[in-house]
């Protein structure tokens, strides 16, 4: 069974996650001048990253696995815990959709307030006095709009107030990421200029 905090502490605990993407953005932005980002993302420590990463699983220390196990239970226990409450990415995320073209727009006249929407939410979202679903927790699962049994009540909301089809979000996104990847292809940012002997020789200092 899924447990939905109460709202006196589901709130504090999704502000946890912005705590941490304001540290990041401070130390990054304000901390560290554009010579001292350049360097880092140019050291041997940076350029392992993802080598370190995989030996990290790899090799679990104790602490590591009773992160790890206690981050399954809660994630079983509670959806989404990890995006919900402590990933400064979906912090991130979160506050750019507020510039997304696209809301989800509720018809409070036809609604007949079964709160089926609420219910099959997995960010336990308080839809239906809402008017537009503009919130920073919204993942775009469009749940809400396939188990309203009133068609038209919730639907996705365009450009110029237009009703949209659905899956223009996840098509989108597709696009979206095709678009990025050929621009980085085209632009040779694809592929990593350092070359490969530097990377065996940083390997090999981890194995």
């Known amino acids: 069974m899924i447990l939905r905090p109460p709202k006196w502490i589901n709130l504090p605990l999704c502000s946890i996650k912005y705590l941490l993407l304001g540290f990041f953005i401070y130390f990054i932005f304000f901390k560290m001048s554009p010579l001292q980002v350049e360097a880092f993302l140019k050291s041997p420590y940076n350029l392992v990253a993802d080598v370190k990463m995989l030996k990290f699983f790899l090799d679990p220390s104790r602490i590591t696995l009773t992160t790890l196990a ?36 509720h018809n409070q006249e036809t609604c007949i307030n079964c709160m089926k929407c609420e219910k099959t939410c997995p960010m336990s979202i308080e839809i239906t006095n809402k008017t537009i679903l503009r919130s920073p927790e919204c993942i775009g699962c469009l749940d809400c709009i396939s188990k309203c049994p009133v068609k038209g009540s919730l639907f996705l909301q365009g450009p110029c107030n237009k009703k949209v089809w659905p899956f223009v979000i996840p098509i989108g996104t597709i696009i979206t990421i095709l678009i ?8 040779n940012h694809w592929t990593s200029a350092i ?13």
Do not use: D, H, M
């Open 70 to 105: 206690c981050l399954v239970v809660l994630s079983v226990s509670i959806g989404n815990f990890w995006c919900r409450y402590l990933c400064p990415y979906g912090a991130l995320l979160g506050l750019l959709a507020y510039a997304s073209p696209f809301q989800i727009k």
């Open 180 to 187: 990025f990847w050929l621009a980085a292809r085209a632009t």
């Open 195 to 207: 070359p490969p002997e530097a990377f065996k020789q940083l390997y090999s200092a981890l194995f």
